[in-house]
């Protein structure tokens, strides 16, 4: 069976505003009725403690059916993380320079073989404060693995996450108002399954 997770990325937080961004909307979340104020073991990762969904979380998603499920809340990942969709495989990456579209997989989704290699290291190195540097196999110029873009949103680097376990599907709406609360910063949805 397995469980169902959205996340939410800030693309633009920065470590010093991630924080108080993540505790401004989940203040708002929570007197909207959206998630309850108090933590409970209701989360993967994180260390298991989330917040239950509140009286009024149909608000935020598609089908209002509650979920009967141990893991089902919300959990707010602060600091450099690289957020992905969980299983699978990732197909393509994308430069932001150049726009070429580097495949990672063959049509029969097979490993392209050396096609990892400019990625090779990068993820630790943003997480540990780096710029994670890539560079294109395309155009042959560097940038930071967190302004790559990944076929169907499969990684995303941020700062900032909110992680909703087995909820229905989010509304566009409710995505779009999480992206204003957070001042227009721009935003992300990863779906995935463990």
């Not at 959990?75 to 969980?86: L, P």
């Not at 400019?118 to 967190?146: H, K, M, N, Q, Y």
């Not at 999480?178 to 721009?186: D, E, M, S």
Request: glycine share 12%.
């Amino acid at each position: 069976m397995g469980d169902w997770f959205q996340t939410v990325v800030d693309l633009d937080a920065t470590d010093e505003e991630a924080p108080a961004l993540g505790d401004r909307v989940l203040a708002r979340l929570v007197a909207e009725g959206i998630v309850e104020a108090a933590r409970t073991d209701c989360v993967l990762g994180g260390g298991g403690y989330g917040y239950p969904p509140g009286p009024h979380y149909a608000k935020a998603v598609e089908d209002p059916a509650p979920v009967d499920l141990w893991t089902n809340g919300l959990a707010v990942a602060t600091g450099r993380t690289v957020f992905d969709s969980g299983q699978g495989d990732v197909a393509a990456a994308v430069c932001p320079l150049c726009e070429g579209d580097i495949r990672l997989v063959d049509e029969t989704w097979q490993p392209i073989d050396d096609a990892w290699d400019p990625f090779a290291g990068t993820f630790d190195d943003w997480i540990e404060g780096g710029e994670g540097l890539v560079t294109c196999p395309a155009c042959t110029r560097a940038s930071s693995i967190e302004r790559w873009t990944w076929e169907d949103d499969y990684f995303a680097c941020g700062r900032l996450g909110f992680t909703f376990w087995n909820w229905a599907e989010l509304t566009p709406a409710f995505v779009r108002d999480l992206g204003h609360q957070l001042g227009g910063h721009r935003t992300v949805l990863l779906q995935g399954k463990l």
